[in-house]
């Protein structure tokens, strides 16, 4: 109950287009949902994060939306850029102080 | 810039020796640390929660009395790999957060720390 499953695995966009990761979560108790961007070598950083009062929270060119009811939230980076090749990690904790569990990771090339 | 300050950033020892990892709030007290492990093309693993003044609450799993944990200030916390061998190879991250939660506090993660044992 306390996975948070992640798709797609990999996933190959070209520069310009909509970068779409999916999360999907079984506890219902979790209240607080992060995305993290991660390149190799390095720590994970926060990227936007959404609470379950809200369906969708936008900052910049990177979009989350929550879907309660179906236990789904996803991100989605517009205008993807080759900077934006990195590894993404959703994550869900049951309030914005406790430990967090995070997805397997989507691994995001932007081709030129 | 960084909030959390990790080092070493690579530490390459022999089977059988013990490595300590340092974890570092900058301008910030966090009287919680999370330690969590990862392996390569995989997810982060948490292995346990560091108290500052108290001990650390490990995740199942997790050996405590091989992986030390320390938080003796609200600045610091160590992780020490005791006996480590080749399985102990990852890369070890620790984050902390700024406030005691709350959307603007988030937690924020160190550049981590790639071991290797050889």
């Known amino acids: 109950q306390q996975q948070v499953k992640q798709s797609p695995q990999s996933l190959i966009v070209q520069k310009g287009g909509i970068s779409i990761i999916n999360c999907a979560y079984e506890?219902?108790?979790?209240?607080?949902f992060p995305w993290y961007q991660q390149f190799p070598g390095k720590g994970p950083a926060l990227l936007i994060a959404?609470?379950?009062?809200?369906s969708e929270k936008k900052e910049g060119r990177f979009t989350i939306s929550f879907n309660k009811s179906a236990k789904q939230f996803s991100l989605h980076i517009m205008d993807s850029q080759p900077g934006d090749s990195a590894t993404y990690f959703c994550?869900?904790?049951?309030?914005?102080?406790?430990?967090?569990?995070f997805g397997t990771g989507t691994r995001l090339q932007v081709t030129l | 810039g960084a909030v959390v300050s990790q080092h070493p950033s690579r530490v390459i020892c022999k089977s059988g020796t013990s490595v300590k990892i340092e974890c570092r709030s900058l301008d910030f007290q966090a009287t919680t640390m999370f330690w969590y492990r990862q392996f390569p093309k995989q997810s982060l693993m948490l292995m346990a929660t560091?108290?500052?003044?108290?001990?650390?609450?490990?995740e199942q799993g997790v050996e405590k009395d091989k992986f030390l944990i320390n938080h003796a200030s609200l600045t610091l916390s160590t992780l020490t790999v005791t006996s480590a061998h080749p399985e102990d190879s990852s890369f070890y991250i620790c984050?902390?957060?700024?406030?005691?939660?709350?959307?603007?506090?988030?937690?924020?993660f160190g550049n981590g720390t790639r071991l290797t044992v050889t």
């Open positions: 959404i609470r379950p009062d809200v």
């Open positions: 994550a869900a904790s049951l309030d914005t102080a406790s430990k967090l569990t």
């Open positions: 984050s902390a957060r700024i406030g005691r939660g709350g959307l603007n506090s988030p937690l924020h």
């Open positions: 560091s108290n500052e003044g108290s001990k650390a609450t490990y």
């Open positions: 506890n219902t108790a979790f209240d607080y």
